[in-house]
């Protein structure tokens, strides 16, 4: 007779020395793991729990300004630097990770328009209508404070916005038309006009070199190429778009914040229609910005939030909303695209993580694999309704959870009008519009 | 499984990029090595008995003289006064309670045989079990009236005065619940970790006095007088499942600690295995013994399977314990048992049963009922450190009373709900050939008064009459589809074609449907 008695020797489940890890044994087999989809499950939903739990993406203001901000630029370099420029015609330099100014300068008399950088110097030029001057300001090493700009130009023109080229000496100045001006030269190299009505805002394509985009104040957006004379396409809209970004990964896509609360991001290729409406603000879009990865974006709201979106995702993926946070005019992601920088009416800049409940410190492997295993889980069980519910969910002041629930009736109405419209008139009188149609009036060659 | 990515891999120079081969490595490299680590030779290899045809089952005198000397303190015997005994292994397989109808109560390490507690409670205790994880050990013991819970220490932690006259008490690990069958009739589940009494209800079948617990889904079983297997489950009242699983009535139920055998003994003395998934019963084994040959003539036998599937049964009215192997019907070894035996359990991850009897209770070796490789933290050599993580683990994965759930019923945190997508396309298709409504269809504009409203009404009134015209049409031609549909009506509609005999009209032509709408689909064409 053989006997064979199952005994397990100590040593193999115990650690070596006090200095090693425990030993954890492992056996995949099913048996063992019975119910094994509902603590999955269950994973998933504390996760998503956890995520809400630890979503605190307020971080700080950088203090109060003393007077309206209009404007904010971050530097295309430095992680850590960004300019805002104020109504009163001042402009401030900060240090974003102690939220502190480093220096103030009195640039302007009146409401300072446009703010950038030049790509490669310690130089940044700032634009105000009032005087109808476009400064640059050098910065020094030492950031030590001084009062006069390198030099300075005066405009024919009162000038709304301007940016500068991603790599050339150019800069595009929007007044009553699209300037393109060279920095050695005193006269404008390109002139653009569509319309009698003056241009917002125009932008470079960080890719395509020639290529410019600009909003107008009669609802229109401006396709441009710098090498021809006139613009290439200009796109009616019903609304008047306040701000246009250009994706700095796709070099056709961009994005525009509008005034009937939505925001669209439109294909260079094909403009007959927006590529996605992004719907969720309960007023005017101010600002919009794209993430440096192209991937996200965020959009300042007179509504008084800031939402962040997936490029193509028309519901927004985060809602930021502070009591004393009044309209947002500006927001800015911050170069490593983990921060958001927004300017708002209550004279503040405030700091914001792009992501409400990362870990901002180093994070050791162990916990690197267990964010990464808990965004595997909610996605994996996005579907379902109760982690569906927990994710998407956001908190919102009561004023705006009515705003929401009012445009929410609205939309309900329109469309209920619509489905009764085509049930009385015909298909073929009141034909089904998809949403992306119905914001264009029309697109002119 | 190979995928395309790995067949891509092979042949490097169909990658697109040099990122994508890239990536095609990784991903070949993961699986090869998550491969290796499935299939990786197990630490330990369960146990067993060979023996040569015409030899006994062996003695426990026998075993031991053949096994290393480790192995001893498996079989131990303890005299006791104090009644007929229960016994309870927590899940790591380290500790072992016992209660006797005396009242005596006690816990004790049994490998090192180091008592934990020990005590009089000067009450009959008919079951136990331990609860929570091993971190934090505490024993629940159902005395006459109450059930009280023990620390290790113990000291008397709460006592559950709803869990009244428990006949049996079932621990589910995974739900931190502790489930108790009454002598009332009555079924309780009570959550451990926040105290809140998830049901508890009177099951209307009688007295419970016979049950098991099917640990891989969490219901409770129980057999009934009229040979009735049921399936209890917290959010029903009723029993989710009832079978027939014998001629009389039910003496004895039993599950393996994973898996899908339900092993039922009825009052024609048979043991039945059943198959809980299907409720049909379990096929012969594969050394053809069938287990339906096995007879058992104990009045109320208490039956115990291991983790490898051995059954442990009392024989000889009480006097002995008989091990069975899986599936087989020639006894593996038996022991002869010093009072009446009351209560068997298998200790989990060890070869080692323990039977409770009326004069105390003791401890054999029992080659091949333990599962060799245990995962996790939960096995005899756990140390404290990871016992504590794992209860923290363990408290945080709790899953929800709505997941138990037999299995044969279905369901589940991953099933697709195939009914309900079912309904919504058919609601779908009834929507397409949804009759225009009475009230458009009967709608009238109103009149307006005023100036030039003669010639407004006028327009709007013959702009109706085209619009009702049209409707008109459209529903008998909708009318006309869903009469050569048939049967089948409007929730066949959307596509279908149907070979039906097609409609001939006086002058031997086929009639032409007289819309212009997309309805024209649907209706059969001509040959």
Not at chain 1, 263 to 269: F, K, P, V
Not at chain 2, 123 to 149: K, R
Request: hydrophobic fraction near 35%; charged fraction near 25%.
């Amino acid at each position: 007779m053989k006997v064979k008695l199952l005994l397990r020797n100590p040593q193999d489940y115990l650690r070596e020395t006090a200095d090693d890890i425990h030993k954890l044994a492992r056996n995949p087999a099913p048996e063992l793991h019975p119910m094994s989809a509902e603590t999955e499950y269950v994973r998933a939903l504390n996760a998503a729990k956890l995520e809400r739990v630890f979503a605190k993406p307020f971080l700080g203001c950088f203090g109060d300004q003393g007077d309206q901000l209009s404007r904010v630029c971050m530097h295309p370099r430095a992680l850590s630097l960004c300019l805002s420029g104020c109504v009163d015609g001042r402009v401030a330099f900060w240090n974003i990770p102690r939220r502190s100014r480093v220096l103030q300068l009195d640039a302007h008399s009146g409401c300072v328009q446009g703010l950038c950088w030049h790509p490669e110097q310690d130089l940044f030029y700032s634009c105000c209508d009032t005087d109808r001057t476009l400064k640059a300001w050098r910065v020094g090493d030492d950031l030590t404070e001084f009062s006069r700009p390198v030099s300075q130009r005066h405009l024919d023109f009162a000038p709304l916005n301007l940016d500068h080229h991603v790599s050339k000496d150019l800069f595009a100045l929007s007044g009553d038309a699209v300037y393109l001006y060279d920095s050695r030269r005193s006269d404008p190299v390109g002139q653009w006009k569509w319309g009698s009505d003056s241009v917002l805002q125009a932008r470079f394509n960080p890719t395509e070199w020639h290529l410019l985009a600009a909003v107008t104040k009669d609802n229109a957006l401006l396709l441009i190429d710098t090498r021809q004379r006139e613009p290439l396409r200009r796109i009616r809209c019903e609304f008047r778009q306040n701000a246009l970004c250009w994706n700095p990964q796709e070099p056709f896509v961009l994005a525009t914040a509008s005034d009937d609360y939505n925001l669209y991001s439109w294909d260079a290729r094909r403009l007959a229609s927006p590529a996605c409406v992004y719907r969720g603000h309960t007023n005017a879009a101010m600002d919009v910005d794209f993430a440096p990865t192209g991937r996200e974006l965020v959009s300042a709201s007179y509504d008084c939030t800031v939402r962040l979106w997936e490029s193509g995702r028309s519901q927004s993926r985060d809602v930021y909303h502070t009591k004393r946070m009044y309209r947002v005019f500006a927001a800015r992601y911050s170069l490593d695209a983990r921060f958001i920088v927004t300017a708002s009416a209550d004279f503040n800049l405030r700091l914001w993580k792009a992501r409400a409940s990362e870990k901002l410190g180093a994070l050791t492997p162990r916990e690197r694999a267990a964010v990464n295993t808990a965004e595997a889980l909610k996605q994996k069980y996005a579907h379902h309704p109760q982690v569906r519910r927990i994710v998407q969910h956001r908190h919102l002041p009561k004023r705006l959870y009515q705003a929401q629930l009012e445009m929410k009736a609205i939309r309900g109405k329109q469309r209920r009008k619509e489905v009764n419209r085509r049930e009385h008139r015909g298909e073929d009188k009141e034909p089904f519009v998809p949403e992306r149609d119905r914001h264009v009036r029309g697109v002119d060659e | 499984f190979q995928t395309t990515m790995d067949v891509a891999a092979e042949d490097s120079d169909q990658m697109p990029s040099g990122f994508h081969a890239k990536a095609a490595a990784k991903a070949a490299r993961l699986r090869r090595e998550a491969a290796k680590l499935a299939s990786a030779a197990a630490l330990e290899s369960p146990g067993g008995i060979e023996s040569r045809p015409g030899e006994w089952a062996p003695t426990q005198s026998k075993l031991l003289r053949r096994v290393a000397v480790a192995a001893r303190p498996g079989h131990f015997e303890l005299s006791l006064q104090y009644g007929p005994y229960s016994v309870a292994y927590d899940t790591t397989g380290r500790l072992l309670a016992l209660c006797g109808r005396g009242g005596h109560v006690a816990a004790f390490e049994w490998r090192q045989k180091r008592l934990m507690f020990e005590s009089q409670v000067n009450e009959p205790c008919h079951a136990l079990t331990w609860v929570g994880a091993g971190s934090t050990p505490q024993l629940a013991v159902a005395h006459s009236n109450w059930t009280y819970i023990y620390d290790a220490q113990g000291l008397e932690l709460h006592c559950l005065k709803r869990l009244h006259k428990a006949n049996k008490l079932f621990w589910l690990p995974r739900h931190w619940l502790l489930a108790a069958c009454t002598d009332t009739g009555h079924l309780h589940w009570q959550d451990v970790s926040t105290g809140q009494t998830v049901a508890s209800y009177c099951g209307h079948h009688g007295p419970l006095r016979v049950s098991a617990l099917h640990p891989d889904s969490g219901c409770v079983l129980t057999g009934q007088p009229n040979g009735q297997l049921c399936i209890w489950t917290p959010l029903e009242k009723r029993p989710v499942v009832k079978i027939l699983c014998c001629p009389a009535g039910v003496r004895a139920v039993a599950t393996a600690p994973a898996g899908h055998a339900v092993y039922t003994l009825g009052g024609d003395s048979r043991l039945r295995v059943w198959d809980i998934r299907c409720l049909r019963p379990l096929s012969v084994s594969d050394s053809g013994a069938d287990a339906a040959s096995i007879r058992l003539f104990d009045a109320a036998p208490q039956l115990a399977v291991s983790q490898r599937g051995l059954l442990a049964c009392p024989v000889r009215q009480g006097a002995a314990l008989m091990v069975l192997p899986a599936g087989g019907a020639k006894p593996l070894l038996s022991h002869p048992s010093p009072g009446r035996l009351s209560d068997l359990a298998f200790c989990p991850w060890e070869d080692v049963l323990a039977f409770g009897h009326a004069r105390g209770l003791g401890s054999v070796l029992v080659p091949g009922s333990g599962e060799p490789n245990p995962d996790g933290a939960v096995h005899p050599l756990s140390g404290k450190r990871q016992r504590r993580e794992a209860e923290v683990r363990g408290l945080l994965d709790k899953l929800p009373p709505e997941t138990i759930a037999p299995p044969a019923v279905g369901g589940g945190v991953n099933a697709v709900d195939a009914e309900g997508i079912e309904e919504a396309l058919a609601r779908k298709r009834a929507a397409v050939m949804a009759l225009p409504s009475d009230e458009v269809r009967q709608f009238q504009p109103r009149r307006r008064s005023g100036k030039a409203s003669g010639e407004l009404n006028r327009k709007v009134g013959e702009r109706w009459q085209r619009r009702r015209m049209e409707l008109r049409q459209l529903l008998k031609s909708k009318k006309r589809v869903l009469a050569e549909m048939g049967d089948e009506g409007a929730d066949a509609a959307g596509g279908r074609k149907t070979k039906k005999a097609k409609k001939v009209s006086q002058s031997g032509e086929l009639t032409k449907p007289a819309t212009g709408t997309f309805l024209d689909r649907l209706i059969p064409k001509a040959d």
